[in-house]
């Protein structure tokens, strides 16, 4: 071998051995970082203080105590790929039923016991899923919604079998998107109405939105990541929540906050606009993150209302 095709080996193996430790090494451990197994966070006085939540951490405090106090108990279903999948129902005797889907990382309670407690009052049994790979549920792997659709689907098909004549969906953040995904297979269900708050548009969009917050170079969102996703869990991170929302004809109500930091709120009016079956909308403003309902007050409450009664 000459000099010349000496340096290009020499080149060509600088070049490999940057790509890997700079470029393929963190993709795939951003890979790890996010999908791996979830510990669920709870709300607590402590946790809020200095958050987005602490103005209404005494509201989501006393609610959550009082679903707790509420007849009920766990419920299970098996996923499609086989996990056992948990879930908090609280039965109020009614045909009715709520499902809440949460957000990543988030307690399944705590983030919707307000709207969970305010709906109970309006005659509906509760059921506050425990998604894959968090608290409860099994599964070694989050995929943010896209397997997710499939354990919704699994959990009505478990309300129907229960005699509940109708279902309202009620996702947040990565739960938005998991019933977000799953609507446009859930037609011919007893869902009769889906509320969607502040969800995302794709888990590849999400995590390009998050490497900007936290000043994370880009570059851990490289092909590696992608296809790793693609081989440990058989997922496309980039697959949109929108050509379901095109298709769907379940009348959808879509709130988010203006302030939100996590999700932006043009994630929100874009999933909005494109929404194919009813709907309407909520745009909250100087509202953050999963507080929507919160921030919004009477105005949000009554909203919410308005649409489960013209839908449900």
Known sequence: ????????????????????????????????????????????????????????????????????????????????????LSGRYVDCGSDKTVLFAHGFRADPVDQLAVAGSLLYDQGYNLLFVCQRAHGDSEGRYTTLGILEQYDIIEWVRELEKRGCQRILLYGMSMGCAAISYALDKLGNSRVGAAILDCGFDSPYQQMREDCRKWHVPRAVLNPAMVLTARIVLGINMKDSVQQSLQESVIPALFLHGTADESVPVSCGRENYACYGGSKDALFVEGAAHTVSLLAGGAEAEEKVMDFIRKNM
Request: glycine fraction near 10%.
């Open 1 to 84: 071998m000459g000099r010349i095709g000496l340096n290009v080996v020499i080149a060509a193996a600088f070049v490999l051995a940057v790509y890997i430790l700079f470029i393929y090494m963190p993709g795939v451990f951003g890979f790890f970082t996010v999908f791996r197994r979830k510990k669920c966070i709870r709300l607590t006085e402590e946790s809020m203080k200095g958050t987005y939540y602490e103005p209404f951490a005494e509201r989501i405090l006393a609610a959550r105590r009082r679903i707790d106090e509420l007849p009920g108990g766990i419920i299970a279903v098996k996923s499609g790929d086989g996990l056992l």
